[in-house]
């Protein structure tokens, strides 16, 4: 039987590691998760830029 316990000279596992292992271990949620982030991140960037047009005069 292989000891589970850490190796107490190994260096902690790194956050992006642990991200990681997280995201294998959580599958689908972490993936529906992502797509909404990114969904609200460019429909945030969207709306920004749609306040922020520029109004240019009218030609004619």
Known sequence: MPDSSPDPQAPPAS????AMRNMVRKGRQSLV???LTALGLCGFLVLI????????PPTG
């Open 15 to 18: 956050f992006v590691k642990l």
């Open 49 to 56: 830029a749609w306040l922020g047009r520029p109004t240019l």
């Open 33 to 35: 998760h992502f797509g």
